[in-house]
């Protein structure tokens, strides 16, 4: 899913003209990669009528390329589809009970061991109790899990009774901050497993009830996650395995209909292999772009702030004078390196002056201070600094004629390379500056 999501974006990336063509392309290729992680249908098409609605009607704002704001749409709706927010386990009481519930094999107890890690880590100590009365290893499993994590555990493997195992571990663990009871997920019949979940729920009366779902099933994790959610009040889901499943996408959509946030995903087998879910993050990295959010959002402040309009139109017809050329160092310098800034605007990663990157603040600084000792014939003019200006300016400074000789070249080189932009016309938060 990632690797055709990312050349989508690569590709939108790399058009100029955003049309209803365009759009309508990105849509189709957006579609073929969430069917083919099995994303359900019915989503898919909801969720390209909502970006091409988007696309082709909403204006992009003050500052954002139509480019950008397809880009930014795309992501809007992916992460929408995954639920928005990152949710997270929020342990506000002593003990607080947090209930596995899903399908033997489906990386439960494997889950357990990695949460018991990720919430030792945050300063909690986890117990376990295991009821898995089916698999005969189960106890075995969980018993070489905590021990190699220092956690406690009760079980018994030769009490049969799950409820009883339940009753027994919770007693034991009064006085823990944290109770995690690791469950079978199998019965000759559903049904019957449905009920004892039902009747175990009612013994542990959890604080979250975590459902565990094979990544690999696809959109079938849906009703999955029904069956659970009639039997008790699923809090959470887990869905596991998404490490090289070709079907991750449908799994993680499928599940938002049971209104509980997917809080963790399983990345593998080993104890590590636990991520905490994020759905921008998830998406931003699905799309292969992972600063593009904190780009445009970046982007939309500086649209925000009081962009010098003169200042602008002076640059695109041609005249760029110093003083332009200082406050537009200001502004890029808002929008964070600039490298990475131009890097996303296909083609511009390599046509800014080679060291425009690293006009660090000191640098600005500095050049702040050249131009302080100017005139403003100088400002507006550079092209009169002849050697005298040179000395007199440099003095002025406290600094070396060297220094305004480079804010001179530096000014040169700069004043090309907009040239250079002006021609291709941009659009986006830097052709604003240039406008
Ligand atoms: P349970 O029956 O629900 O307790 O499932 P287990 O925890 O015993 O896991 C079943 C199998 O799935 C084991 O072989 C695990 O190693 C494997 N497994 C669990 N989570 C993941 C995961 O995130 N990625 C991969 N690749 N395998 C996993
Ligand atoms: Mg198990």
Known sequence: LGKNLTKTMKKLAGMTIIDEEVVKEVIKDIQRALIQSDVNIKLVLNLSKTIEDRALNEEPPKGVTAKEHVIKIVYDELVHLLGDKAKEVEIDKKPYKILFVGLQGSGK????GKMGRYLQKKG???AIICTDTWRPAAYEQLRQLTE??????????????????ARKGLNEFKKQDLI???TAGRHKEEKDLLDEMEQISAVVEPDEVMLVIDGTIGQQAREQALAFSKTTKIGSIVITKLDGS???????????????????????????????????RFISRLLGMGDIKSLIERAEEIAEEDVDAEAMDAMLSGKFTLKDMYSQFEMMNKMGPMQQVMNLLPGMGNKLPKNASQVT????????????????????HPEIIKQSRVKRI?????????????????YQVTKKAIKGFGKRKMNGPLGQMMR
Do not use: H, W
Request: hydrophobic share 35%.
């Open 109 to 112: 107890t494997t889950t357990i």
């Open 124 to 126: 909690f100590n986890p």
């Open 148 to 165: 190699s994590l220092n956690l406690s555990l009760y079980g018994d493997p030769d009490n049969q009774d799950a409820l009883d195992l």
């Open 180 to 182: 995690i009871v690791d």
């Open 246 to 280: 070709a079907k991750g996408g449908g799994a993680l959509s499928a599940v938002s209909e049971i209104g509980a946030p997917i809080k963790f995903i399983g990345t593998g087998e080993k104890i590590e292999d636990l991520e905490a879910f994020d759905p921008e």
């Open 361 to 380: 603040e000191e640098k600005l600084g500095k050049y702040k201070i050249l131009m302080d000792s100017m005139t403003e014939e100088e400002l507006a």
């Open 394 to 410: 440099a003095r002025g400074a406290g600094m070396r004629n060297e220094d305004v000789k480079e804010l001179l070249k530096y």
